[in-house]
């Protein structure tokens, strides 16, 4: 047991490590995998080449942006007492593990598809286990990498500021460590926003482009061979929803645990640990989440060709959870003492600390991570209900497809404002549980809590973009029905679990932001935010803003996008005689360069808003205004991420229920009926809502409050200074007054 309290810290690297142990081998498992004959091996390569052509793009234009945030951050470690230049080194290292991340993702899938296409001839068994497989390769990458590198740095900053300087953990010394750590996840976050919003466009101007001119306008399939965009659209599967979303949780991964290590600074324990237990703990329960989702894969199968291939995932995700909350209410019983008590700031000298009054236990916390769980679960179940196919909201789309394209449309807004109540009144109802049982730390370990099991969300989520693909390839080439059957069954059940990973993701968005807004005030200093200061509220309603110019910037770019893609595919069928034929082959690649070029092009200006704002209202209005505004972006960006997320799935899942027939009205329809192209065409419109602006929502609130938490010991330092006047300003006003009194005396 000695050992144990003596090592666990290095447990944390060593977790993470063993998860990319076992994603090594599981890659190297589908690898091995048959990828069968020459025709789809080309088409595979294809899309292999097209993705990493956008990634090496995307990589080359973000060095520019990581050079630049390396010098300021150097730059303004060296300007406060509170940071040091090295938080440069850490963003860096943030940066390339969050790329990196993304760049595992998108060789597995890209490989895991064409074997899925070949395993789809044999069983749907097989299919899924290639297809899951490689999702989980994903997942346990992103999960290790984070789990290994925010573990890694934590003990080297932990030697460095508090261990060599004896500092107090409780501290400046640890409040500098946790500063500079602060920095990996910011790294990761800019990375995740750039890849989630550049993937989104690529990968929805591609789609819009095949679906409009190819589906619509041509009568044919969305993967046909024939189909110019065909490629670009299979490309922009990997790059938006594996590199995309691998950046993004991987992301959402960091900084839930270090808004939890930042809040758990604050707490005085008496532990066997050195009093850091409260700092240790996310990390723990993250490194145990990854090893039980490790065990939780292999409980992903199905024996017949009639098995519910979603009953098989959801028990996957059930185990994981399971096994994470048994085990954490040990590791919590194991970890933290009977009684934790609260750092209050002195009412004299606001930089002073001292112990307040007890807040809660050990068996408070516990049912804080409880609290996350069940959120995290809830989340994901109502996601599910407007977003699958046979389920009343998208029945109702289904219906309203009937009597042409605008009602197609109105249907689906409605369902996606409809989707905004239960998330957000379960969301609600966790922050209030879990500031209850544990105050504004037992909020943040809620969402550590709900992100312990990110490995099998994403294997989950990442599954879907490879079935996905492989029945792309097995449509191009033309395959036995049977195999389209069962890849589009795999298809099918990931569009689902696509939409309930986005859900899961705003979720721990919305506690992460939480978390970290309160660590934001902490360390900037400030007491209250009072909303009724003029300059509060102004910053509140451009906070608020802020979600709606982002989106339509994301939007927007799809649109101009997508009308190049059409024209390219319009030109195409136009000028290339034979293609409807087969007599001739596609110009693929021009496609592919249309949505590079314009994914990359275009994902400046959304990424900039996220990264410039905190900076310029911190410094130009304080940071009692900059919490206004990020208030306002939380709660604006968390609702608008449920409504384009679960409007576009909805949309999306309505068009796929007429390839296998739907009855409206006592009539059946079926592809290529009129309500089939209205279902088109809201899909198409879902499309940017779903995979572009609607996932990139988490990332921006997430983004800006790590910004915002970065710059707060610059901000502190006014915050001080303008105090410092102003007693300065009292005392003169004083001795002036008693000057007068003197003189009449």
């Not at 009692?624 to 990020?630: A, H, K, R, S, Y």
Request: charged share 15%; glycine share 10%.
């Amino acid at each position: 047991m000695d050992f144990l309290y003596h090592n666990l810290i290095y447990l944390i690297p060593a977790m993470g490590l063993v998860g990319l142990v076992a994603m090594a081998v599981k890659s190297a498992w589908v690898t091995k995998q048959p990828a069968g004959d020459a025709g789809m091996n080309q088409l595979a390569g294809y899309i292999a080449d097209g993705a990493m052509a956008f990634l090496r793009a995307e990589w080359k234009v973000l060095s520019y942006f990581a050079v630049i945030a390396i010098v300021l951050l150097a730059w303004s470690g060296n300007a406060v007492e509170n940071s040091s230049p090295v938080i440069a080194v850490s963003f860096l290292i943030g940066a390339f593990l969050s790329a990196f991340a993304g760049y595992l993702g998108m060789r597995i899938a890209t490989k895991a598809n064409v074997r899925t296409t070949e395993a789809a001839k044999t069983s749907l068994a097989k299919a899924l286990k290639v297809s899951f497989t490689g999702g989980t390769v994903m997942g346990l990458g992103v999960a290790g990498l984070a789990v290994m590198g925010l573990g890694a740095l934590f003990i080297l900053f932990y030697h460095i500021y508090v261990l060599k300087t004896g500092g107090n953990v409780n501290g400046e010394a640890m409040s500098k460590a946790l500063e500079v750590l602060a920095g990996f996840s910011l790294g990761a976050e800019s990375i995740a926003l750039f890849a989630r919003v550049g993937g989104g466009i690529y990968t929805k101007a591609a789609d819009v482009g095949a679906d409009l001119v190819g589906k619509v306008e041509a009568g044919i399939p969305e993967d046909d061979v024939r189909n110019p965009a065909t490629i670009a659209d299979n490309v922009g599967d990997n790059v938006g929803d594996v590199a995309g979303m691998g950046a993004d949780l991987f992301g959402s991964y960091v900084a839930t645990i270090l808004a939890t290590m930042v809040l758990g600074r604050e707490i005085v324990s008496h532990d066997n640990f050195g009093g850091i237990a409260p700092v240790l703990l996310p990390m723990v329960i993250a490194g145990l989440g990854l090893l039980f989702s490790i065990v939780s894969a292999s409980f992903v199968r199905i024996n017949s060709e009639t098995d519910s291939v979603q009953k098989a995932l959801n028990i996957g995700n059930w185990s994981s959870i399971l096994l994470t909350a048994i085990a954490t209410y040990f590791l919590v019983q194991w970890m933290l003492p009977n009684e934790t008590f609260h750092l209050v700031r002195d009412e004299v000298s606001p930089n002073v600390t001292k112990a307040g009054a007890l807040l809660f236990t050990k068996n408070g916390v516990f049912l804080s991570i409880l609290v996350g769980l069940v959120v995290g679960t809830l989340m994901s179940i109502i996601t599910e209900y407007y977003t699958a196919m046979g389920k009343r909201p998208v029945l109702s789309i289904i219906r309203q497809s009937s009597t042409g394209h605008a009602t197609n449309i109105i249907a689906g807004l409605a369902v996606g404002m409809e989707s905004t109540v239960l998330p957000i009144l379960v969301l609600a109802a966790g922050i209030f549980g879990s500031y209850h049982f544990a105050g504004l730390y037992g909020v943040a370990i809620a969402a550590a809590g709900m992100m312990a099991t990110t490995a099998m969300q994403l294997a989950i989520d990442a599954f879907g973009p490879i079935a996905d693909n492989a029945g792309g390839i097995a449509e191009m080439n033309q395959l036995p029905e049977e195999v389209r059957h069962r890849t589009d069954n795999l298809d099918a059940v990931g569009n689902t679990t696509a939409a309930t990973g986005k859900g899961f993701a705003i979720a721990s968005a919305a506690l992460t932001s939480l978390a970290l807004f309160a660590a934001f005030v902490g360390v900037a200093g400030i007491e209250h935010i009072d909303i009724y200061k003029a300059n509060v509220l102004a910053g509140l309603f451009v906070g608020g803003m802020i979600p709606f110019i982002f989106s339509a910037l994301c939007i927007s770019a799809v649109g101009r996008a997508a009308m190049a893609m059409v024209e390219e595919v319009r030109r195409q069928f136009r000028e290339i005689p034979g293609i409807m034929e087969y007599k001739a082959k596609p110009e693929y690649e021009k496609c592919v360069a249309i949505s590079t070029k314009a994914s990359i092009r275009e994902m400046i200006a959304p990424g900039l808003i996220a990264l410039i704002t905190p900076i310029i209202i911190g410094f130009a209005f304080g940071p009692e205004v900059l919490g206004g505004l990020l208030a306002g972006v939380t709660v604006s960006g968390v609702l608008m991420g449920i409504f384009q997320s679960n409007a576009g799935g909805a949309w999306d899942n309505a068009k796929k229920s007429f390839e296998k027939g739907v009855e409206i009205n006592g009539e059946m329809y079926y592809k290529k009926s009129d309500p089939h192209k209205a279902s088109v065409t809201g899909d198409t419109v879902g499309d940017p809502f779903k995979d572009t602006s609607g996932p990139s929502m988490n990332i921006l609130i997430k983004l800006m409050s790590i910004v915002s938490l970065v710059i707060a010991p610059h901000l502190n330092q006014e915050v001080n200074s303008n105090k410092h006047i102003q007693k300065e300003l009292r005392m003169q006003s004083q001795t002036i007054h008693v000057l007068k009194a003197d003189k009449k005396a």
